[in-house]
């Protein structure tokens, strides 16, 4: 055997023994605190993929307010919402938890404050018909709007309704801001503009949260879903978390903003 090809043998043998750093590996899990993360991130420009763990992020949960995004752009394309700062909801009298809820909204600030009773009437305006066909046509997690019209986003003890994991949600995010999704651009444009939550001189960040609850009310889901723009490329994601005291949408965001600040996006 030629010293060239020993040496060839010597070099493959040293690089097998080295493990493949994948994009999971160059995140540090301490960023996630107690929490079991499921976080997704695609960068669009090259395709790679990050999944700091393919288990938890192909189990499917509650899509909780996460839907919103969905919801709107169903109402945006059907007529049944105007421009992001026209009025739009008419506050009903009954108040609620949520000081924000209990008010006439705009479309932007009820997206905002994740007004329920705004979308829940949304909801109905758009119907049972074509709501189940919308989410036949998008693809959206198990498809199942069964458990009512109003209420089949929503977390209930005993029944379940439509249900999402984070590399599904990432994959639609991925076809919506392709264009291959039966929404138009006009209407994408708008949801871009109300989901933009943080802007820093690397990058913009465009999301909506979601949590689920227990029926004793404590929290035990958390969601945040959506895209970073940051050097001219743009970044789909979707992050759950469970487990650890207090999983909601708050902390689910507040990791996926440390974990774009860690890598120097925003």
Known sequence: MSVMMK????????????????????????????????????????GAVTDVNPALSARRNSTCSTFKIYN??????LGLLRGADDPWYTWDGVHRDIDGWNRNLTLREAFRVSAVPAFQALARAIGQE??????????????????????????????????????EQVALLNRLLDGR??????????????????????????????????????????WFVGFLESRGVEYAFACNITGGEHPSGKAARAIVERVFSSQNLL
Not at 16 to 42: H, M
Not at 130 to 140: A, F, L, P, Q, V
Not at 181 to 209: C, N, Q
């Open 130 to 167: 074509r709501m189940k066909r919308y989410i036949n046509r998008i693809g959206y997690g198990n498809g199942d709007i069964s458990s009512g019209i109003d209420t089949f986003w929503l977390p209930r003890p005993g029944r379940t309704g439509v249900l999402i994991s984070a590399g």
């Open 7 to 46: 040496l060839l043998l010597l070099l493959l043998l040293l690089f097998s023994a080295i493990p493949a750093c994948s994009g999971a590996e160059e995140i540090d899990r301490k960023l996630f605190g107690e929490y079991d993360t499921a976080l997704v991130i695609v960068n669009r420009a090259s």
């Open 181 to 222: 999704l039966p929404f138009s651009r006009k209407h994408v444009k708008a949801l871009r503009d109300i989901m933009l939550v943080a802007e820093s001189p690397k990058g913009k960040l465009y999301g909506k949260t979601g949590s689920g609850r227990s029926a004793e009310g404590r929290e035990e889901l958390g």
């Open 72 to 77: 709107t752009l169903i109402g945006l394309q």
